[in-house]
């Protein structure tokens, strides 16, 4: 079966704190792409990273940074120094053929207080 | 690039009426456009997918007759809600894949449905 999961439903941290936003997949394919968007109270999916299966590397974007174990199935995502900016719902998918559908997680509320 | 253009934002419809919601695409082609729901608090449930010039595949659960999705050019697709219920009222977005520079996705700004 294909599943992506977001265990932790909701998030609430005080800014300047980093937070890790977990993210395990399944899939018995073994070239897949992963990707995390952001989706602010407005509505609009904002697209953060997409990583192939075959690319381990983690990554780092200003205060994002992402890590990709295939391992444990997991691609996690970490923000550093929170910023009251960064409250949104965060969106864990998976792709499994290219151009198929993506599957998401349930989503992760974050919550950074000021 | 690769910039889908969703309208309307929001939509108040009464009960019984149909509405149509259009997703462009700006500045590519695009051949496979995925329509998404969301109620709220709760993540992307994939409703179709539709190819231009072919009929639309439906999940599972999705009434066909009743979410009409078109797409008869490379750059539209729309969605039809026909004689909405207020059940069906929810945030609706499309998605669009795109092939280059790298192979990806990107969504609509969402249509906002409320039924009444």
């Known amino acids: 079966a294909q599943k992506v999961t977001q265990a932790q439903t909701e998030i609430s941290v005080v800014e300047k704190e980093d937070v890790t936003l977990d993210c395990v997949y399944e899939t018995r394919d073994t070239t897949y792409y992963l990707f995390w968007y952001k989706q602010p109270p407005s509505g609009e999916l904002v697209f953060l990273i997409r990583r192939n299966s075959f690319d381990e590397q983690n990554e780092i974007s200003g205060r994002y940074s992402w890590n990709f174990q295939k391992s444990t199935s997991s691609f996690n995502f970490t923000i550093t120094a929170s910023q009251v900016v960064d409250s949104a719902v965060y969106f864990c998918a998976l792709v499994y053929n290219q151009g198929g559908k993506l599957i998401f997680g349930q989503g992760t509320e974050l919550s950074v207080k000021p | 690039g690769a910039v889908v253009s969703q309208h309307p934002s929001w939509v108040i419809c009464k009960s019984g009426t149909s509405v149509k919601i259009e997703c462009r695409s700006l500045d590519f082609q695009a051949t496979t456009m995925f329509w998404y729901r969301q109620f709220p608090k709760q993540s992307l449930m994939l409703m179709a997918t539709?190819?231009?010039?072919?009929?639309?595949?439906?999940e599972q659960g999705v009434e066909k007759d009743k979410f009409l999705i078109n797409h008869a050019s490379l750059t539209l697709s729309t969605l039809t809600v026909t004689s909405a219920h207020p059940e069906d009222s929810s945030f609706y977005i499309c998605?669009?894949?795109?092939?280059?520079?790298?192979?990806?996705?990107?969504f609509g700004s969402g249509t906002r449905l409320t039924v009444v």
């Open positions: 539709s190819n231009e010039g072919s009929k639309a595949t439906y």
């Open positions: 998605s669009a894949r795109y092939d280059r520079p790298s192979h990806g996705y990107t």
